[in-house]
């Protein structure tokens, strides 16, 4: 196993395919908290709003230009991450979700210690012989991975009761509770926005100014959900159950806050109550401004 001499500062290089949503911020807080530890930490990604945040905070970034599902691009990006691998001389590497968990292992093949993150399972977000595919794939690499990380025991159980085997962890996300107080004053948003992103104007933490700009008055009851709009977040599901809160609550408004491949679909079903907010570069406000938060997934 390749250990960091003695006395040296341990170097992490993180492997991220998504950039956007929950693995973003994960990936921007693990890679902020190892730096002011010490470490040296370097993050291989796509070019874009995460590599620019990243880099602000210190992390050497190393342009990945990975797809976000695998497909013919696959070799290549092994073949870019060994490179990768070769010039960073990492101590740890730490992949996340599936597609940087696919690509870093094929490229690392258990010669660094390597940390897996799943994010969810990716057998779980597709059906057919893709999911058989994604399982006996995850069963696989498995054997490369000193730990697998999950973010509840839920999860942890998902893939133990899938037929993978290995060093688990259970690490749930950390929240900064005092982001979210109602009381506590605006800041300036962490992580931002992706080219072409649809984002609230002016003060991220101002819970009114955010309902006042999607016409929902201060006495609104509200109802908020943020996410990718996927079958795995569920925003169908909330949908439908709209309706019986609409029943009983006329006044009521939901707003969806994110963007993906549903929602146009999700548009085409939905009443006027719902707005349709598109990826903000901070949903604090939204939070802050709810009544009601709420998480239809599927899976998480």
């Given at each position: 196993?390749?250990?960091?001499?003695?006395?040296?500062?341990?170097?992490?290089?993180?492997?991220?395919?998504?950039?956007?949503?929950?693995?973003?911020?994960?990936?921007?807080?693990?890679?902020?908290?190892?730096?002011?530890?010490?470490?040296?930490?370097?993050?291989?990604?796509?070019?874009?709003?995460?590599?620019?945040?990243?880099?602000?905070?210190?992390?050497?970034?190393?342009?990945?230009?990975?797809?976000?599902?695998?497909?013919?691009?696959?070799?290549?990006?092994?073949?870019?991450?060994?490179?990768?691998?070769?010039?960073?001389?990492?101590?740890?590497?730490?992949?996340?979700?599936?597609?940087?968990?696919?690509?870093?292992?094929?490229?690392?093949?258990?010669?660094?210690?390597?940390?897996?993150?799943?994010?969810?399972?990716?057998?779980?977000?597709?059906?057919?012989?893709?999911?058989?595919?994604?399982?006996?794939?995850?069963?696989?690499?498995?054997?490369?991975?000193?730990?697998?990380?999950?973010?509840?025991?839920?999860?942890?159980?998902?893939?133990?009761?899938?037929?993978?085997?290995?060093?688990?962890?259970?690490?749930?996300?950390?929240?900064?509770?005092?982001?979210?107080?109602?009381?506590?004053?605006?800041?300036?948003?962490?992580?931002?926005?992706?080219?072409?992103?649809?984002?609230?104007?002016?003060?991220?933490?101002?819970?009114?100014?955010?309902?006042?700009?999607?016409?929902?008055?201060?006495?609104?009851?509200?109802?908020?959900?943020?996410?990718?709009?996927?079958?795995?977040?569920?925003?169908?599901?909330?949908?439908?159950?709209?309706?019986?809160?609409?029943?009983?609550?006329?006044?009521?408004?939901?707003?969806?806050?994110?963007?993906?491949?549903?929602?146009?679909?999700?548009?085409?079903?939905?009443?006027?109550?719902?707005?349709?907010?598109?990826?903000?570069?901070?949903?604090?406000?939204?939070?802050?401004?709810?009544?009601?938060?709420v998480l239809p997934s599927r899976w998480e």
């Amino acid at each position: 196993m390749h250990l960091p001499p003695t006395g040296s500062r341990p170097r992490v290089l993180h492997l991220t395919q998504p950039v956007d949503g929950g693995v973003a911020r994960v990936v921007t807080d693990l890679t902020r908290a190892q730096l002011a530890a010490g470490m040296r930490v370097a993050v291989a990604c796509p070019d874009g709003g995460l590599a620019d945040r990243l880099r602000s905070l210190g992390a050497d970034v190393r342009n990945w230009p990975a797809t976000r599902s695998p497909g013919p691009a696959l070799v290549p990006e092994v073949r870019r991450l060994v490179r990768v691998l070769e010039d960073v001389r990492p101590d740890l590497v730490h992949a996340h979700s599936a597609k940087a968990g696919l690509a870093g292992r094929l490229a690392v093949r258990g010669r660094i210690p390597t940390v897996f993150q799943p994010h969810a399972w990716s057998f779980e977000a597709v059906g057919g012989t893709a999911g058989l595919l994604a399982l006996g794939w995850e069963r696989w690499a498995a054997r490369w991975a000193a730990r697998t990380v999950c973010v509840s025991e839920a999860e942890r159980l998902r893939g133990v009761r899938a037929g993978l085997r290995g060093p688990w962890s259970v690490v749930p996300n950390g929240i900064d509770l005092t982001r979210f107080d109602t009381d506590a004053p605006g800041e300036a948003p962490e992580d931002p926005a992706e080219p072409g992103d649809s984002s609230d104007s002016g003060d991220p933490g101002d819970p009114g100014g955010v309902r006042l700009r999607h016409g929902i008055g201060p006495d609104v009851p509200l109802a908020v959900c943020v996410g990718r709009l996927c079958r795995q977040k569920g925003q169908d599901l909330l949908l439908s159950a709209w309706e019986t809160v609409r029943a009983r609550v006329p006044g009521a408004r939901l707003v969806l806050v994110g963007d993906g491949p549903d929602r146009a679909r999700l548009a085409a079903r939905a009443p006027a109550s719902v707005v349709f907010a598109g990826t903000v570069a901070d949903a604090t406000a939204w939070y802050r401004a709810a009544d009601l938060v709420v998480l239809p997934s599927r899976w998480e």
